[in-house]
């Protein structure tokens, strides 16, 4: 039998967000970046969030996010996914994920709803011929909601934070430590960035996937080394992504950032 683990977010005293923080300065951002692999660019990723709106009755941000290869790195993989995330502005838990993979290997859409009151959460599409209803893990964030988490934070030195993290009803706990601070030059820009380190342990079996979703499904396991560089400064961009894998590691840089 699964045992459930409650986790509760560890907050700044008081439990306030930084003053700055507490605006929707995430409303009407892009964020461009590229990805390379083996020192050749490889994947063009966007981070945006175009709207807050009122959904199934709350406010919440909606995140948009794409994966694609460029022509070269096409032929030997071929990436065009594209998420649609509704997260609650207030709790910052997910709400719902649209999700169009269309990979090499995989190619499929899927929705996933999250009922959090209930506990619930229900996938549709995919590999799912009618939709799948199951238990969903108590605050359970997903990979998107977990990231955006981060920057809603004063991210201190030596900080650290515990999450309850779904993945596609795989259930995990992953641990953040804010672990360094590092000036880092992008998109023409010299940021001063916190560096967050993430670990993350199965509270189950874990399943060997394949054909699966490189962006978010692949980077979640128990050998995952996986690191964040967070601006310190408005609007507190994702300036530099590291995901060690074997045999190599992957590197992504902040190439732009609009409002």
Known sequence: MVKYVLILYLVIPGGL??????????????????????SIPAVNITLSVPEKIAFYG???????????TNTVFSAFYKVDNRYDIYIDSASGLPIVMYKKV?????????????????RKIRLEGGKYAVP???????????????????????????????????????QWIVDMRVTGTETVEAAEQTWETRRVDFTFTP???????????????????????????????????????????????????????SR
């Open 58 to 68: 709350k406010p919440a941000y909606h995140v948009a996010a794409t994966a694609k």
């Open 132 to 170: 799948l209803d199951t238990t969903l893990i108590e605050q359970a964030h997903n990979f998107f909601s977990m990231i955006y988490f981060l920057r809603r934070q004063p991210l201190m030195m030596l900080q650290t934070f515990k999450l309850n993290l779904d993945v596609e009803t795989e």
């Open 17 to 38: 967000l930084h003053p700055a923080k507490a605006q929707d300065y995430l409303v009407g951002e892009t964020a461009s970046y590229k990805l390379t692999y083996l």
């Open 203 to 257: 509270l189950q079996e874990e399943k060997k996937r394949r054909k699966t979703d490189i962006l978010t499904r692949r980077l979640v396991t128990s050998k995952t080394k996986l690191s964040f560089w967070i601006a310190m400064q408005p609007p507190y961009p994702f300036v530099k992504v590291v995901f060690e894998m074997s045999p190599f590691n992957t590197y992504t840089i902040l190439s732009d950032i």
């Open 102 to 118: 269309r990979q090499k290997t995989l190619e499929h859409e899927m929705t996933i709803r999250y009922d959090h009151n209930h």
